[in-house]
Every structure is written in C-alpha cells, then in structure tokens.
C-alpha cells in the first residue's frame, strides 16, 4: 500500500450517517446528471456526482448505502426484485385505484407506445410513471426520506413474494416520496438509471482504485472501503471464494487485424457455446469445498456442488484432482452434453441438464461438463501475472481429464491469417460458434478485454457473422416494428420480418411466416427512411386477432407492437446473416443469427423475397450456413490448390465440405418398401436421440424392439407403415413429434406449443396392438393443449383409462405417474410453503430447520413435505380396495417410532445440535447412521442398533414392532419429522418393561416425550400405548386415536433432571398429539 504526500484530515467514522443522508439530495444530484446535454455534458456529469461523493465523504459515513443505489445492476445482495415494467406498472395501477382501461393505466402498460403516453416519455417507464404520479402525490417540494430508508423498502420488496406485499411497499413509497423520488425508485427497482455516464466512471470517482478492486472482488460494500482516494493499492489480487470478472475476449471484425495485434506465434481455440464459470475448490478434512460463479458473479454452487457429496458436478470432478493441489481458482465453460446423441447442446439446456443429473444421478441423459481453459490460483498463490503459456503447464498438472466432466479446451497453433481461415472454416463444419485467438504471451487481467490492455496484450474473439465473406444477403418483407426504448423511445427500432409459404390450393392467397427480428444494422438517416417509406401502413397487433396472411406463435416472446395492414403495403429490406438456426418464436420454425440490416430494396417485389421453399433448401443443403461467397471463395482457392500443391491452407480448403449433421440428416427411406397404412395421414418429426431404451423394450418381440431402437429405425418404420417422415417439424402439416429426451429442441417445441412431443414407446405399442392407438399420458413427454382437453374427457389425472382393460405393465407405469404426480404436486405446494416461510424466516442450520423471527423464539418449523412410494400405495389402497379392506395395508399410513429403547432416540432435525438435550433422550444424525431412506423403508438395522442403539432387553414392546411391520407399517428406530405415532409401554411400571439405570418410570417417560414434541410444530403426531395397536387390530381398521393418547396429570418438568411424578392418563389429556 503507497500514500501521496497529500495526507487526508483524519474524519471520525460515522456509520449512522445513511440514516441522515437525504434521499431527495442524491435523487436531485442523479437528476441534474441525467438532464444535462451538450458539448462538456460528460465533464459536467463527473464534477456534480464528484461533489456528491466528497460531501458524504466528508461526513465519515459508510457510501455503501448511496453506491448501491446508484449502481443497483452491481448490487449482488439484491439480485432480483421480481418486477419489470409491465408488473410494476399493474402494481402502481392498483396502489394508485386506476381504473384498468383508463388512459393512465393504458400510458403505464403500453408505455413504448407513443399513441398511448405522452410523446416526449415514450419508451422510458419512469418518465411516463412520473406523468401518472404529477397529478396525484400529496408529497410536495422535498420528502423526509432518507437512504436508509429506501434501502430498508427495497430489502423488503427483494424478499416479498407476493404481489400483495409487493403492492404495500409501493404505497409507502407513494405516501412518503415525491414523484421524482418515485421515478429513480423505479429505475433502480428495474436496474437501469441510465444517467449516461458508465459505472466504470461511477467507482473511479469514488476512488481510482475502484474498478479493478470490484473486478477482483464484484463486492459494491468492499470498494466503499476505500474511502481515501489518496491511498493507492499497489497490488489488487483474486483470493479464493471471491467472484471476480474474469477477462474478456475483444471483437476483431478482420483476420489481418487478428493477426497484427499478437504479433507473432498465438492459439486458437474453439469458441465454446456454454456459459462462462469460474471455480473455486479447497481441501477439507471431509474432502473439499466448491464454489461456482458466473462471469456477472451469480452464484451457481446450489447447480453444480458445494462439497464432494453433492451437486451436478462437485461429485463426479472431485476424485480428478491430483493429491497436490490443496486449492485452485479455474475458469472455464460449462456446457450440456447429451449422453445419448454424444453432442454437446445449446446453452438453453444447462439448467435442464444440471436439475436432471441432481435428480438422477449418473443414469441422466443430460449432464454437466466443465471444459476448462485457464488457472488462475493454485495453492494459496496467484497466477494472474504469469503468461498464459506457464499457466497452461500448470493447468496441465492440476487435474486428470475425464471425457464429458472436466475437460482441457485444447488449441492449436497459427501466426498467419490463412491458419485463422482454416480454423474458421474447420468449426463452422462442426455447427461451432468460432475461435478465440489467444496470444501465450498474456497475462490475465480480471475484467480487461485482450487487445485494451498493453498488459494484457490479447484474448480476441472471431466469429463468422463479423467477417465480411462470411455472411449472405437475404431478401425479407418487413412486416412488424417494435418500438424502442430510451433514446429510441416513441420510434418503431427494430422490425420483424417474414418469409413467404403458397398455399396448396389456388385459391387460397398465401401467407406470410414470421422469421426474424433486425434492430442493428442501420443507422438514423435510414431509419428515416424506413420510417417514410412504411408511413400509414401500421396497425397495432393483436395475438388474438391475428389477420389470417400473418402465421405468428400466439404465446411468443417475440411479439411487434405494430403490424403492416397488409403484405402488399410492406417494404423489403436486404438483411445480412451468415445461418439459419432453429426457433420455436417464429412462425417458420427458423430465423437468422444475428441478422444486420443491409439496405431497403425498392427494386425487389413480394414475390422476389425469401420464400419457405427456398429456406428448406438452405437448410438441406448447406445445413443452413448462408455462406456462398465463401462458398465461391473456396473454389477459387482450390482451383489454385490444382496448379500450385504446395498450398497447404488451399488442400485443406478444397477437401471441406458443408454437410448436414449426420444427427439432424434426414433418412434415406428410397429402399424401404411399403407393408400397410397402420399411420396413414400421419407426418411425423424425428429427433436426433430418439429411441425406446432397452429395458423399457424388454417385453416386446425382438422385431418389433428393432423397429424403434434409434431415429433411423422409427424413420424408416413410419415410412414402411403408410407415414410421412419429415426432419423438421411444421406448424401445419406435422401431425407429431417423436423424441424419447429433453433436450433443448423439445424446450423450444413446449415454449412454442404447436406440437405434441410423444415417446417412441407409442410407435411400440401401435406396431403390437396391430392399429393406431389414441395418445395417452403415459406416451407424451410435452403437450398441447388441445390433447390436454381431450385427455380430460378419457383418461383420469393418473393417465388411466376409463374404457380401455389395464395391463400389469401399463399398471406398473401408472404406478410411476402417480408417484410423478404426487412429488410433483407435493413439491410446488413446499415451494410455495417455502416462499411464504421466507418472508419471515431464516435458516439456522443445514437440516431444513429454521428459526422464527416472532415472540415464540422457542418454537422449531420443520418441514415435512416428503413423499414416497408408501404414499402412493396407501392411496390406492384408498382408492380402489377402501370397500373390501385388507389386514396387510391396516398401518400402512403408520410411520411410528416404537420407544423400546434404552434412550429417548431423536432426530437431529427436532434436536437442532446449537440446543441442549434433555436427560434421558439421545440425538441421532440419521445421515451419520446411514439410515437416510428415501425409499421409506424400515431402518432398522439390528447390527447397528446393537452398537449404538442398545434396546431394553425381553421388551413387550417387541411384538408390538412386529405386528405393525405385519400390516404394513414403517417402524423407525427415532423420532423425526415425518413419524406419525410414538408408541409407549403403558404398563412398563409393572416390569414388563424393564429399563436401565438411566431411565425413569412410564411417566416420566411419557412426560420426556411430550416435552420433546411440545416445541416442534411438525406433522401431527400421536403418542399412544400398545393397546392402541391391539385394539386396531381387534377390529380390523384404524381406531381414532384421541381416546388412546397418553398423557400426565400432575407433577414437574421432564426436563428439569428430577423426577416431577405425576399420573399417567390414557384418553382426555388435552393437546397430547403434536
């Protein structure tokens, strides 16, 4: 740490100062930032927010506070307030009693429409909100509330969870906060001030320092630590369990420029489509602790493992590390990789693949994989300043890779720009994104981009669509606009487009496909333009009154706010993109990535643009790659290659051809011979990974199995059985989607929700039974909803039918749904039961226990939404045998804890271990004793129980445990969460129930369990006698057990370490169930 000679007056700290600090004053400085405008607006800017700053800097208070609500997408602590402008638009709609179709109301929901708010507003939610407000705040001239305040509101708001609290929050800040006041609320409750001046600006007026230590740190409450601006650090590092920003790849739009700034030898890697994570790992006794973060410091640990026992990821990495390394810092991209077509998939199938590896463990079709290409930390020091080379040799020694977990991104080497050709040219023949060009020269600098930096001296990105050569023009009619935002706002800045479909029949007219969105591209002259030559052809679009030539997804994320009243008004634009990719928000199924604007072409007619014939045969046959200058480029190339063989970089591109993806490559069916109709009328889609697995085929014949064993086989069955087989799903003709795997394709096909997506198990079952079978639960993987109607009026919520006879297997497998349904209606209402909790709860220890913040401080929630197969069978039981009862189910809603043990046995979960056990009771970690059971299972182990849970010898109690287990109950050796009976020894006074020294008479016994149970708000639980479990066996049902519970009458505490005495009391005790 360096000092100037300058030394700062030393200031007393004044920690309260935020509660002092007015909220008016800093929403005036942010006010003045914002309005100002001209030539030295960007000095003046700094100089008012500077002065800011030094007047509370002056007063020794904590800036935290005020820096977290200036830079509120920085503020970590407060992720997310679950409101955009549309919801808190509805919310103000409702504090403020506006009537719903009121012109107020209609200005605040349709805000970017200049026809719906006040012209000079449109597109800025604040501004229009500030309108609304004007008229009716009763705060006038300046309010009383201070920082703290505003942030005491906000922390409330961050953790509401319902639109009611959420709505009591905006009144406060209605009651007590002027309209401007209300305005930068809302911007920071929507995360975007927009004061034109950047945060990097922002935190190095707060100190010069301010950059690279959030960089280093991504903590806003650290960097307003450094409150002398005089006190330089001279070195900022990153430490191990802090989230930094890791470094950044820098665009170039030209290989030579690529080439010239690494100066020499450099590395190409492939540019990966996953999601950028840095991890953190350290040794402990247990094994090691993990930490995972995003590049924006979202924690992702709760994913992917914060220990060596659990996560998506943790568990199955663990063991790779060498003995060596004690802790390490990695950054990497984490990717989905599917386990059934061997491919890695888009980024939209991370979450999917992470929830589907924690539910299922090694058998998910879906895992995670972390392909790592840069160490930063290892073993207490850091590595950010040694080049990139000595940090690979050193990656190369941190851990064993292991195909599909953790992997090393490999890289070549170049130092022309034809080797940067080639390896373009390479991944784009693998569907890849592009290359990153790295120099091994480089240090790494958290947050810089490779190139900014003399230090970092270069991390460079390359991908197609910023290469000239690499992209085609596409001819489009433009059909819909979106109006903008901010400095847009008020004006239609981006547009959609569509592609033209014939119609079959000549005399129905065509229609037009929704295909993609442009907003780039173009710059303000030819949005004039554009603006000019649509003038009076706009109408505002309708989802539900869509006009029969538009064909757009009524539930799409992309929507216009305005359509052409009709195709033969609308304009064409040329548009530049370099592929086609699937899309499930568009009325073709497909769109261009990243489409720029190129020109408006006024020589072109309808019938000149892009039509879905000529999409399918891209799509055929170039995989959808809009590439043909480099195409024609390649021919030149390999021409030459002919006359001069000494081109290396020309073989290579003459030997490169554009295929389809033998995954995505349609069938060839020309020698499959036709046998019958069985799916005459049908069109159906094949995904790539479909197949019915062989366990689930074992029952089948053999060749019937091998009619469905993968994609080619189902493709070539419908064809040989009368059905038509197409590679990609159209909204119009595809009758079903058949896939057996949720992969991102069948995400995009639910979101869009046109198609029906059906197990291959349904061809199985069509090909046994010899006819087209209807579609039933028990087939489909995703649903429409007009086959959700129709499965309400045959089958029950189960998927059984009401007229077709069940089988053992189809038996077997509604089985399976209605454990399905069961824990997943289970698990929203504990989700929900967990959200209510949140708002007035916090954890106190890692079982699920929590601690109430009212006046009964003694009381312990625990949650007991849990269920298991045993469940289930008792349902049926209930169901379908309630007229004729049977003894062996009599219990099997039993879960009891029969006490013939030595010591009271209780579960960590009700004896949290921060509290003291009472005499004669034992605290039992039922993961320690392995007795963990999802399965609900007797745990029970005798082995185990004869070291650690010695039992009262010749007990009576015995039988008792016998004659549950007979009926079918569950016998537990503690009392937990989800134990329904405590079953005691009445008559253990007599000397039946001989105890040992350490425990007391029945009484006291009965008393101890009480006092156990008293404190715990739990599912009910009754403590009876053996005589209960007689008598319920006597006459052959469940008998009430209030005239069976035990109490005492009389006496002290249980706990106290006397004995109280008392009176044992069977039946009438009052509260004697818990």
């Known amino acids: 740490m360096s000092q100037s000679r300058q030394k700062q007056p030393d200031i007393k700290p004044d920690p309260d100062f935020a509660s002092r600090a007015s909220f008016f004053e800093l929403c005036k400085c942010l006010q003045n930032i914002l309005l100002k405008r001209g030539k030295n607006a960007g000095s003046v800017r700094k100089e008012k927010l500077a002065e800011y700053m030094k007047e509370w800097r002056s007063t020794g208070g904590d800036f935290h506070p005020a820096l977290r609500l200036m830079l509120p997408h920085l503020d970590k602590a407060r992720s997310s307030y679950g409101m955009k402008e549309k919801m808190l638009a509805k919310a103000y709609i409702e504090v403020l009693g506006l009537a719903p179709n009121s012109p107020d109301a209609d200005s605040l929901l349709n805000y970017k429409n200049p026809a719906k708010s006040i012209q000079a507003t449109a597109g800025d939610f604040p501004g229009v909100l500030y309108h609304v407000l004007k008229g009716r705040s009763s705060v006038e001239g300046r309010s009383t509330v201070s920082v703290a305040d505003v942030n005491e509101q906000l922390e409330l708001l961050n953790s509401s969870q319902d639109k009611d609290e959420r709505k009591e929050i905006l009144q406060w800040f209605f009651k007590n906060c002027t309209p401007m006041e209300q305005t930068w609320i809302a911007r920071i409750i929507l995360k975007e001030l927009k004061l034109g001046i950047s945060e990097k600006t922002i935190l190095n007026l707060w100190h010069p320092d301010g950059v690279e230590k959030f960089n280093v740190c991504n903590d806003l409450a650290i960097v307003a630590k450094l409150k002398d601006p005089h006190l330089r650090n001279d070195h900022l590092d990153i430490g191990l369990f802090k989230p930094f920003t890791p470094m950044a790849s820098q665009r170039v739009d030209s290989l030579a420029e690529a080439v010239r700034k690494m100066g020499g030898t450099f590395w190409i890697e492939t540019k990966l489509d996953g999601e950028r994570i840095e991890m953190h790992m350290r040794r402990s006794a247990a094994g090691a602790n993990f930490e995972w973060y995003s590049r924006r410091a979202t924690d992702y640990t709760a994913h992917y493992g914060d220990s060596n026992s659990e996560g998506a990821l943790a568990p199955y990495i663990f063991g790779l590390f060498k003995p060596a390394v004690q802790s390490v810092i990695l950054d990497g991209e984490m990717m989905a990789y599917n386990t059934e ?508 226990t929590f601690e109430d913040d009212d006046d009964d401080d003694n009381v312990i929630i625990v949650d007991t939404t849990h269920r298991t197969r045993r469940d289930t069978i008792a349902e049926i039981d209930e169901r379908y045998f309630s007229m004729t009862p049977h003894e062996g189910g009599l219990f099997r809603r039993v879960r009891a804890y029969v006490d013939r043990y030595v010591d009271l046995r209780v579960d960590t979960q009700l004896l949290p271990s921060g509290e003291q056990v009472p005499l004669g009771t034992v605290r039992v970690d039922r993961a320690a004793e392995g007795s963990e059971n999802e399965n609900d299972t007797d745990d029970e182990d005798p082995a185990l129980l004869a070291t650690q849970a010695p039992l009262v010898p010749d007990s009576a109690l015995d039988l008792t445990v016998l004659q549950i287990r007979a009926r079918g109950g569950l016998v537990t050796s503690r009392i937990d969460a989800r134990t329904t009976h405590v079953i005691l020894d009445e008559d253990g006074e007599t000397g039946r129930c001989r105890r040992g020294p350490s425990q007391r008479s029945v009484v006291e016994r009965t008393k101890l369990v009480h006092a156990v149970l008293s404190r715990r708000r739990t599912a009910r639980k009754h403590v009876v006698g053996r005589a209960w479990v007689e008598r319920c066996i006597e006459v052959g049902r469940m008998v009430v057990e209030k005239e069976w519970e035990l109490g005492v009458v009389g006496g002290g505490s249980a706990s106290d370490g006397e004995d109280g005495g008392g009176i044992l009391v069977v039946g009438g005790v009052g509260k004697a169930s818990y």
């Open 341 to 848: 077509t061997g491919i890695y998939e888009a980024f939209g199938s991370l979450k999917t693949a992470s929830k589907e590896v924690i539910k299922l463990g090694s058998g998910a079709n879906l895992r995670v994989c972390y392909v790592v290409f840069d160490i930063v930390h290892l073993n207490g020091k850091s590595l950010i300043n040694e080049p990139l080379s000595i940090r690979y040799e050193c990656l190369k020694s941190v851990f064993e890779e292991k195909k599909t977990y953790l992997e090393i991104n490999p890289h070549s080497e170049g130092n022309t720009v034809a080797d940067l050709h080639a390896a373009i040219d390479l991944r784009l023949t693998h569907h890849e994104e592009g290359i990153v060009v790295k120099n091994p020269r480089s240090v790494y600098y958290p947050a810089k981009k490779g190139g900014q930096s003399e230090k970092a001296l270069g991390w460079l990105k390359i991908k197609p669509d910023y290469l000239d050569g690499y992209a085609d023009d596409v001819d489009v009619l433009l059909v819909g606009g979106v109006f903008g935002e901010g400095n847009r706002g008020g004006v239609l800045a981006s547009f959609m487009c569509a592609v033209k479909e014939e119609s079959t029949d000549p005399e129905k007219p065509a229609q037009w496909l929704s295909f993609c969105k442009f907003g780039s591209g173009y710059k303000w002259d030819q949005l004039e333009s554009i603006a000019r030559q649509s003038e009076g052809i706009w109408r505002k679009y309708d989802p539900k009154k869509c006009p029969s030539w538009f064909v757009h997804p009524k539930n799409s994320k992309e929507r216009p706010d305005m359509l052409v009243v009709s195709p033969d008004k609308a304009i064409v634009v040329q548009l530049k993109a370099f592929q086609i990719v699937t899309s499930d928000v568009y009325g073709a199924g497909w769109t261009l990535r990243f489409p720029t604007f190129s020109r408006i072409r006024t020589d072109k007619d309808l019938d000149s643009t892009l039509s879905m014939s000529g999409l399918e045969r891209i799509i055929q046959d170039s995989a959808g790659r809009l590439q043909t200058k480099r195409k024609a480029a390649h021919a030149t190339t390999a021409a030459a290659a002919a006359e001069d063989v000494k081109t290396t970089v020309a073989r290579r591109m003459k030997s490169a051809a554009v295929k389809v993806g033998a995954l995505h490559r349609a069938v060839d069916t020309s020698a499959v011979t036709k046998m019958d109709d069985l799916f005459r009328g049908l069109e159906m889609s094949i995904l790539p990974g479909a197949g019915v697995r062989p366990s689930e085929a074992a029952t089948y014949p053999l060749e019937i199995r091998a009619a469905c064993a993968d994609r080619q086989a189902i493709w070539q069955t419908v064809k040989r059985h009368g059905g038509n087989v197409v590679a990609n799903a159209s909204p119009k003709t595809t009758s079903m989607v058949i896939a057996d795997q949720f992969t991102s394709s069948v995400s995009n096909l639910k979101n869009a929700g046109t198609h029906d997506v059906v197990k291959s198990r349904f061809i199985l079952d069509c090909l046994t039974m010899k006819r087209l079978l209807p579609l039933a639960p028990r087939y489909m993987i995703c649903t429409t909803d007009n086959t959700r109607e129709k499965f309400k009026e045959t089958v029950d919520k189960f998927g059984d039918s009401y007229t077709d006879d069940v089988g053992v297997a189809t038996l077997k497998e509604l089985f399976a749904l209605m454990d399905d349904h069961s824990s997943s209606g289970t698990g929203t209402d504990a989700a929900s039961a967990a959200t209510r909790t949140k708002k007035r709860k916090r954890k106190s220890d890692d079982r699920g």
